[in-house]
Structures are given as structure tokens and as C-alpha cells.
């Protein structure tokens, strides 16, 4: 397909229209405009879910690790408790997930959404908004 085949219509200019046109949001800090309350959502739905992935690695590493050192016959080693073990697991990593227990949900939102973080000041503050585990 070549470019000159391309038809296209002429688009007057009406000064009048032009002042009808809503005026840019400001960008924020380093450039980006604020995000809306869906997109905050999305940057905080996915940073948590990001830092959940990196919490059940560890945790299925640190039980394969356990599997390996632990003697013949411990009840670790039991294929049976196996499925157990892993919905432990998965709730254990969601409750730390949701809670940003790593801090890495953070980490990601001050670079791709800073204004989803909870309570900027308290933060600037070195104050943690976080629950204790």
C-alpha cells in the first residue's frame, strides 16, 4: 500500500471552536499528568500482584529447599501435604502481597504512578503506612 493512495479529507480551522477545547491537565513531577482514580487502581492492582508473583517464588524456593533437607519420612517431605502446603502458601503470599510487606509494590508505584501512593507526606516523612506483620 503506497502513501499517495491515501485519501484525506481537508480540515478547516475555526478559531472559535479552538477556545471551546479543554485545556491540558498539568503534568505532575517529572513530567506525567495525574492519574485517574481507575488508573491508580490498575498501578496499585498491578503493582501488588507483581510483588505477589516475587513472594510465591521465594516461598515455593524456600520449600523446596526445606523438601531437600528434611530427613526421609518428615511429614515435609509427604507428597499428600503437598497441596496443603501450597494453599498455605498462596494465602500467606496474598496477605503479605496486599499489606506490600516487601515494599516492592511501593518501589514500583513511586516510579509509575506516584500519586497512587497512600499519605505522600507521611512517607516524605519516613513514616510507614503500613500495618506490622
Excluded: H, W, Y
Amino acid at each position: 500500500m503506497s502513501f499517495a493512495s491515501i485519501d484525506v479529507a481537508p480540515v478547516a480551522f475555526d478559531a472559535a471552536e479552538a477556545g471551546r477545547v479543554a485545556p491540558a491537565e498539568p503534568a505532575s513531577a517529572g513530567g506525567r499528568r495525574p492519574a485517574d482514580a481507575a488508573e491508580r487502581r490498575k498501578a496499585v492492582g498491578a503493582a501488588e500482584q507483581f510483588e505477589a508473583l516475587f513472594i510465591a517464588q521465594l516461598i515455593r524456593e524456600m520449600r523446596k529447599s526445606i523438601r531437600e533437607i528434611s530427613p526421609e519420612g518428615s511429614l515435609l517431605r509427604d507428597p499428600v501435604n503437598g497441596g496443603l502446603t501450597d494453599f498455605v502458601d498462596a494465602a500467606v503470599t496474598q496477605s503479605l502481597a496486599s499489606r506490600r510487606a516487601f515494599g516492592i509494590a511501593d518501589f514500583i508505584l513511586r516510579q509509575i504512578a506516584p500519586d497512587a501512593l497512600p499519605d505522600r507526606a507521611a512517607a516524605r516523612a519516613g513514616a510507614s503506612t503500613r500495618a506490622p506483620i
